[in-house]
């Protein structure tokens, strides 16, 4: 059973940046992988998707030119790199993998990790 751990999550102003990680663990795990967020009282939304080698990634619009997702394949860790944050950024972030990648519609979910962004 793959398991997905995410971390890094936290309060930052505006203007600001965090990194969050998402370790895999249970099995080897080389498919795609990626990060969606649930602010409250709202659906949970696709940010950014990567493939199993690393060498493809897509944004939603409004993580393009701000969030960067990335893999170390040897830690079997997935990263989204946050810069400029903004207060409606503020969110329930969580990993995920598997399933299909475009759109991307994961087999596999974190528990979640809380970005709060103050203004």
């Known amino acids: 059973q793959l398991q997905l751990v995410e971390s890094g999550g936290g309060l930052v102003q505006a203007g600001g940046s965090l990194r969050l990680s998402c370790a895999a663990s249970g099995r080897t795990f080389s498919s795609h992988r990626g990060w969606f967020r649930q602010a409250p009282g709202k659906e949970r939304e696709f940010v950014a998707a990567i493939t199993g080698s690393g060498l493809s990634t897509y944004y939603a619009d409004s993580a393009k030119g701000r969030f960067t997702i990335s893999k170390d394949n040897a830690k079997n860790t997935v990263y989204l790199q946050m810069n400029s944050l903004k207060p409606e950024d503020t969110a329930v972030y969580y990993c995920?993998?598997?399933?299909?990648?475009?759109?991307?519609?994961?087999?596999?979910w974190g528990q979640g990790t809380q970005v709060t962004v103050s203004s």
């Open positions: 995920a993998a598997g399933g299909n990648y475009y759109p991307f519609s994961p087999d596999y």
